[in-house]
């Protein structure tokens, strides 16, 4: 029977933890992006055409001609909107979490050799980094789309006249919703390699005790059965 080589094992869950980290690296750095440009809300001025006001989490940015911004922080925060100061605390802990899953997973890696080989705790290091990193992206999606539900029921407000200028989609959600996707993705990938090389390992482990099976030819057996004794002639 085929069996299928432990190298092989190695090679395909170091694949998908490379692959996975990778995607979850560019999401969480796509996620701290959001986090700090002034470009979740944007505001074009029908009466002056020439500026354009952006918002963030933690500026408010006006675009003059010739394209010279000028930011200004938030003087307090009790001046926010109720969904941009919950925003800030879960996009920080979002991309703490993204961080410190970074972390894990690094550690987790089937590539980095260790002294001690533990598989055991490398497959614990990668589902962990796995699923902070979906936690993470799952943290990043939720002010990303509360804003832009925010944005789009403002939009259609019906009790606003419509003369009135009326807040757009800025870039950062939309980076934010391929963060949040991204980081979701790779903490999938890391976990389904970490259970995969587990898999594995078990198969192997079993193939390695299992001693074989020796099998014993007919002929002999029956040479043996039918075989007369040394002192057929002596009587007991």
């Not at 690094?106 to 590539?111: A, H, P, R, V």
């Amino acid at each position: 029977m085929l069996v299928e080589s432990p190298n092989m094992a190695w090679h395909y869950s170091t694949i998908g933890q490379l692959g996975g980290l990778i995607i979850s690296l560019f999401g969480w750095v796509s996620s701290c992006v959001t986090t700090s440009i002034p470009f979740w809300k944007n505001l074009n001025l029908e009466l002056n055409e020439l500026e354009t006001w952006n918002t963030g989490l933690w500026h408010a940015c006006v675009i003059q001609d010739e394209n010279i911004m000028e930011c200004k922080s938030y003087g307090s925060l009790l001046t926010l909107p109720l969904e941009f100061r919950i925003s800030r605390i879960v996009m920080v802990l979002s991309n703490g979490l993204g961080f410190l899953a970074l972390s894990i997973s690094i550690l987790g890696l089937n590539c980095l050799k260790i002294r001690e080989q533990n598989l055991g705790l490398k497959k614990r290091l990668g589902i962990a980094g796995g699923i902070l990193f979906c936690i993470s992206g799952m943290a990043t999606l939720v002010p990303v789309s509360w804003v832009a539900y925010n944005v789009v029921r403002e939009f259609w407000d019906k009790t606003v006249p419509e003369i009135v200028p009326r807040w757009g989609f800025g870039e950062a959600l939309f980076l934010g919703w391929f963060a949040g996707f991204f980081l979701i993705l790779g903490g999938f990938l890391l976990i389904c390699s970490a259970c995969f090389l587990q898999a594995q390992t078990k198969s192997k482990q079993f193939a390695v005790h299992r001693k074989p099976e020796v099998r014993k030819d007919p002929r002999l057996q029956s040479h043996h059965q039918y075989l007369p004794p040394k002192n057929a002639d002596l009587v007991i």
